[in-house]
């Protein structure tokens, strides 16, 4: 099976279910797909997460649960998971997955390469947390990693999605 990955802009392929943040010296999964959203089999999106909050706080999602009990609230729907601090309106992290409806409306390389690759499952990531030290930041145009920006790029990540504050 082959994953579409978007933050902002920038697309990333690959074959494994997993997010992970490489400082140079070592890499920290902090995000993997347990499962995708499949209305015929009754799957509905399943993470987990390991995170930290602006302030420093760990999160710990295993499998769509709280299992820090951190200072956070998730909301879950079949195809979204959403982490929130308390008093904020804009999720911590945003995991949605796209249906194939939805495609016409993702950028133009985005959707190219999309309808060249022919992913089974198409997700998008937003949020403003930390990983190992590092800041990310993932809006709609953008994603920056510490003072590092991305945009309109296509990876195809064979070893799984790997992400650093170095620009490639």
Not at 32 to 40: A, P
């Amino acid at each position: 099976m082959k994953h579409a990955f978007i933050f902002g802009t920038t697309i990333f392929l690959s074959e494994r279910n997993t997010l992970t943040y490489s400082d140079g010296l070592s890499n920290i999964e902090f995000l993997r797909v347990l499962s995708f959203y499949d209305e015929h089999k009754g799957k509905m999106l399943t993470i987990d997460a390991n995170i930290n909050t602006p302030n420093g706080e760990a999160i710990r999602i295993n499998a769509n649960a709280n299992e820090n009990s951190a200072n956070v609230r998730i909301d879950v729907t079949s195809g979204r998971i959403k982490v929130f601090q308390p008093g904020h309106a804009e999720p911590l992290l945003d995991v949605y997955q796209f249906d194939p409806h939805e495609y016409p409306g993702l950028s133009s390389h985005v959707l190219n390469e999309i309808h060249a690759q022919h992913p089974d499952h198409v997700v998008t990531i937003k949020g403003n947390f930390f990983v190992g030290g590092a800041h990310f930041l993932i809006e709609n145009e953008k994603m920056f990693i510490d003072s590092n920006g991305y945009a309109n790029g296509v990876e195809n990540a064979h070893n799984g999605v790997i992400l650093s504050a170095a620009v490639a």
